[in-house]
């Protein structure tokens, strides 16, 4: 087992831990769940907006991560593996679920994290007008600034042209920047 | 766009999940982890997307399909046709056949009827 300071020894050791995985060694599947659960996670809570919707998200993707374990040929494309399907399951609850018309970022959103977050009013503020985006689009921002996959791999991930990410991407930032000035978050000056 | 991008960049930093998360992960899997299925890659980073064909095959399909389904309706329609026709021939045949014979008879009866009766010799004159 590991603890939360020691990815950078699991990374180091991610071959033999995937390959003990496969073997069927809890304890080191568990160690790939706390590699990447804070990613698969977040991807959850910035789609749905809700704590536990993310976390009974996360949980599901790692389950499928266990069936498909023996799929998968190195950690990077496990980590690749995982944004996808968490994104991708993600859109499809909430397209499905009733909470997809409402604004899905409860009060409970946290986005601040354990190091601590300079300017807690506007991460939470552009969280919630980041929830305001289609499922699609959402995704998309969330793939590119959070995991900060690039273009292409977006693409891939959400089954996408590379010209609609790009444009997905483009009118996102507009919108997002007039929601801010509209906001008062920010004047246009500042974001000019 | 940047200061946006930037303020993005800050605002969505991973979350951790609460305490104890993969310890719920780990009481939720099976006892027994099933076997790989046969296509492993598809999922992941560089396996090749569709072509644009992809998405044409399932019509594609259905009209090839269409299109047999014509030729054999119309390929089971001629031979049905060509059969009745065989048949109309077999039964015109065999009703001039039995026209021939009918005539034939008739041709007989007709002579054994006007045929002239044969004179009768002294004898049997004689005996009646």
Redesign the interface.
């Known amino acids: 087992m590991i603890g939360a300071v020691n990815f950078e020894t699991v990374k180091a050791e991610s071959a033999a831990l995937l390959t003990r995985a496969r073997q069927g060694d809890g304890s080191a599947f568990a160690d790939l769940v706390r590699l990447h659960q804070a990613s698969v996670f977040s991807i959850g809570l910035r789609m749905l907006g809700r704590r536990d919707a993310a976390e009974d998200l996360a949980q599901d993707v790692f389950l499928q991560l266990y069936r498909k374990l023996d799929t998968l040929d190195s950690l990077e494309h496990l980590g690749f593996w995982l944004r996808r399907v968490a994104a991708n399951l993600a859109i499809d609850w909430l397209r499905r679920a009733s909470w997809s018309n409402t604004s899905p970022l409860h009060e409970d959103f946290e986005i601040a994290d354990e190091r601590g977050e300079p300017d807690p009013l506007m991460s939470r503020e552009l969280g919630r007008l980041l929830g305001e985006l289609p499922p699609g689009p959402r995704a998309v921002m969330v793939l590119r600034y959070q995991e900060d996959l690039d273009v292409a791999d977006i693409a891939i991930a959400l089954d996408m042209p590379v010209n609609t990410v790009k444009s997905h991407i483009k009118r996102s930032l507009t919108a997002l920047r007039g929601k801010m000035i509209g906001a008062q978050l920010v004047t246009a000056e500042e974001l000019s | ?1 940047n ?3 930037q ?12 305490e104890g ?6 009481r ?3 006892e027994r ?5 046969v ?3 598809d ?3 560089g ?1 090749p ?1 569709p072509g644009p064909w992809h998405r044409f095959s399932t019509p594609a399909a259905l009209a090839a399909s269409l299109v047999l389904a014509v030729f054999a309706g119309r390929h089971v329609a001629v031979q049905r046709m060509e059969a009745e026709q065989r048949a109309g021939l077999a039964a015109s045949r065999e009703l001039m056949q039995a026209l021939r014979v009918t005539s034939q008879k008739l041709d007989l009866a007709y002579e054994a009827v006007h045929r002239p009766a044969p004179k009768a010799t002294p004898e049997e004159e004689n005996r009646s």
Do not use: T
């Open positions: 766009m200061d946006v991008e303020k993005l960049r800050r605002a969505l930093r991973p979350v951790s999940p609460p998360f993969a310890d719920r992960v780990m939720a899997l099976p982890r099933p076997s790989a299925d296509v492993p890659l999922i992941v980073r396996a997307r």
